[in-house]
């Protein structure tokens, strides 16, 4: 179940007796690693309570279009692009119908337009209904669309009918949705990522660092690992989990992370250079701890230039494809240009820090993907998005 590990899922349940069993859908995605947010139409909250799927989801339920405690009521906005997938279990009739028609008029159908996330469809309902020629029209124009039906089972039903319109157990919902997160993109390739901020030392207990979390370059690391590549996760101090599938190696500083990528790089097809590498390092580390002198006396700390890991990576190994970051709170694309030629790389991902509600420690990124061919900006996505939608573009640059 690694595939979900820290993905940001929504529960959508509409209005069908199978609603008791999205409780146990909520309980196996959280289970499995994943943040849940659940939303509910005014027909499910008829077949089980909101306080079931909070106290499972651990966060409030999501009811209404316009939620006055959203920050100016456009909560279904920012849910829309929270959401690496939507899953509506169990999805009834009416409700493959508006969506079909690309209604608007409740929180889950503005949020199945608003959003860009996969979208997964778990139908419940009457053998009859079911098998009706608006149902079938319905799940045609939603397929076609690019949504993805999950079931329905075949057997006996609630109202005592048998035949195909049962919602799918939870536990095959969750297996389904896992998969929506694999592809074969990189089947076969290893990649090579540094990720996080490093640390170097002043004495035994001081260092010099930054406040680069990881989470992007774990997010890649965890959509390489979905598109089938042999990973090796090379990172700084972070408090992240390490994602599951992959290789590992902790390091602490500039010159340990260059080593430990000069070593994984021998056999590798890409490396993508995501740490926030601190550019210089104490001159001399004190072997004791650094005491206190007179009150007024200032310090001056020596600093020397840290190895470029990124350059002397693409320098040592050209047939490597190296993809490498530029964050930059001016001329973000002039600068990005300028390191994707002196540093010889294929692509550089360039991204505005100063803009402080991406980048750095927050759970959204926007970014500007830049190669010799030309630049492209991608949306703004949460940063599990924009992890696939960058395994995508470097998966191609290969070929
Ligand atoms: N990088 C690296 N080793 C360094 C510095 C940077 O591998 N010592 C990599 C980063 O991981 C990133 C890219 O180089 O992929 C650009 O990093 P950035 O800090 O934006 O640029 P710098 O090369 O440090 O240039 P400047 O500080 O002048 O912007």
């Known amino acids: 179940m690694s595939r979900l590990y820290n993905k940001h899922i929504i529960v959508a349940i509409s209005g069908g007796i199978a609603a008791y069993k999205s409780a146990e859908l909520v309980r196996l995605l959280k289970t499995a690693g994943a943040q849940v947010e659940v939303v509910m139409t005014r027909g499910a909250t008829e077949f089980i309570t909101p306080l079931t799927l909070q106290a499972l989801s651990g966060n409030p339920v999501h009811q209404h279009l316009l939620d006055p405690e959203a920050e100016a009521g456009m909560g ?65 124009t939603l397929t076609t669309r690019g949504l993805k039906l999950l ?22 919902l969750v297996a389904g949705l896992a998969q929506t997160f694999a592809s074969h993109r990189l089947q076969g390739r290893k990649l ?3 990720a996080g901020p490093t640390r170097e030392a002043i004495d035994p207990v001081r260092y010099l660092s930054n406040h680069s979390s990881g989470k992007m370059g774990y997010a890649i690391a965890q959509a390489a690992v979905e598109a089938g590549a042999k990973v090796h996760l090379i990172s700084g101090p972070t408090k992240l989990a390490t994602p599951q599938d992959l290789t590992c190696t902790q390091v602490n ?4 992370m260059l080593a430990a990528s000069q070593q994984a790089c021998a056999d590798a097809d890409i490396f993508i250079a995501s740490a926030a590498v601190a550019d210089y390092r104490p001159a001399q580390v004190a072997e004791e701890k650094m005491k206190k002198t007179a009150a007024d006396a200032g310090m001056t700390l020596q600093l020397v230039q840290n190895p470029d890991v990124l350059a002397t990576i693409a320098q040592q190994y050209p047939a490597l494809t190296c993809v490498g970051f530029a964050a930059e709170t001016e001329k ?17 991902i360039a991204n505005d820090v100063s803009d402080t509600s991406i980048g750095f420690n927050s759970d959204d990124n926007q970014v500007h993907l830049v190669t010799a061919h030309g630049t492209e900006t991608l949306p703004r996505l949460s940063k599990t998005q924009l992890a696939r939608q960058l395994i995508d573009r470097i998966s191609q640059l290969e070929q």
């Open 253 to 256: 500083s500039a010159t340990e």
């Open 76 to 140: 279904h906005i920012q849910l829309a692009r929270w959401a690496d997938a939507i899953l509506v279990a169990p999805c009834t009739a009416q409700v493959m119908a508006r969506l079909a028609q690309g209604q608007a008029d409740d929180l889950l159908g503005t949020l199945c337009l608003a959003t860009t996330a996969p979208i997964l469809l778990a139908p419940a309902m009457n053998q009859a209904m079911w098998a009706d020629q608006a149902t079938q029209t319905n799940a045609n």
């Open 192 to 194: 090579v990522i540094t």
């Open 332 to 348: 973000l694309l002039e600068h990005a240009q300028a390191k994707l030629h002196r540093k010889q790389v294929a692509m550089i």
């Open 151 to 172: 079931g329905p089972a075949d057997g006996e039903q609630a109202c005592g009918d048998v035949g195909p319109g049962r919602m799918l157990e939870p536990s095959e």
